[in-house]
T-cell receptor
Framework: DAKTTQPTSMDCAEGRAANLPCNHS???????VYWYRQIHSQGPQYIIH???NNETNEMASLIITEDRKSSTLILPHATLRDTAVYYC??????????FGAGTQVVVTP | DGGITQSPKYLFRKEGQNVTLSCEQN?????MYWYRQDPGQGLRLIYY???????QKGDIAEGYSVSREKKESFPLTVTSAQKNPTAFYLC??????????FGPGTRLLVL
């Protein structure tokens, strides 16, 4: 079973920041949080991952709370091409990914 | 061009037939994975391999088989024992314990 919980859906206006929350209250000290997104009928695309520090790359920023029980993915300037299902994924003790149903993000003009 | 390729993009299976889905990677990754995705759902792990000639069952391995004879290749066979094979199948690869990267997927349909 998935170890993370996310909102089912959210809307975002084009050009605005999109903040996607995720709860992972059962995460242990050596388990990472990964974010992927999936555009319809395509393979998931890796976005970013982190352990306990905040991370930033060319696609997004990842903010992890100090207790590591939740995180937020930030898309700084959403575009229409960012419309996708976003998965917050926790690794298990063997390093395998445990996917939930994700958040459907719709970016509107 | 580096990456993960899956073929075919669409595959049709008749009742009682075994079909094999191809997955190739040229990223020099040790680990490879097969996932199944049903409509509106997340991905579920079928099989994974962390090294050549070795593989382990994932969460939903029944009705599937794999082989890992080469580092670059990890084919998945959907056997006739899999009674509900219609799904989107995704292959991924990664360094051991590192980020997984996904292929474009194969959609399997039953005739």
């Amino acid at each position: 079973d998935a170890k993370t919980t996310q909102p089912t859906s959210m809307d975002c206006a084009e050009g605005r920041a999109a903040n996607l929350p995720c709860n992972h209250s059962t995460i242990s000290g050596n388990e990472y949080v990964y974010w992927y997104r999936q555009i319809h009928s395509q393979g998931p695309q890796y976005i970013i991952h982190g352990l306990k520090n905040n991370e930033t790359n060319e696609m997004a920023s990842l903010i992890i709370t100090e207790d590591r029980k939740s995180s937020t993915l930030i898309l700084p300037h959403a575009t229409l091409r960012d419309t996708a299902v976003y998965y917050c994924v926790q690794t298990d003790s063997w390093g395998k990914l445990q996917f939930g149903a994700g958040t459907q993000v719709v970016v509107t003009p | 061009d580096g990456g993960i390729t899956q073929s075919p993009k669409y595959l049709f299976r008749k009742e009682g037939q075994n079909v094999t889905l191809s997955c190739e990677q040229n990223l020099n990754h040790d680990a490879m994975y097969w996932y199944r995705q049903d409509p509106g759902q997340g991905l579920r792990l079928i099989y994974y391999s962390q090294i050549v000639n070795d593989f382990q069952k994932g969460d939903i391995a029944e009705g599937y088989s794999v082989s890992r004879e080469k580092k670059e290749s990890f084919p998945l066979t959907v056997t006739s024992a899999q009674k509900n094979p219609t799904a989107f199948y995704l292959c991924a690869s990664g360094g051991s314990g590192e980020t997984q990267y996904f292929g474009p997927g194969t959609r399997l349909l039953v005739l």
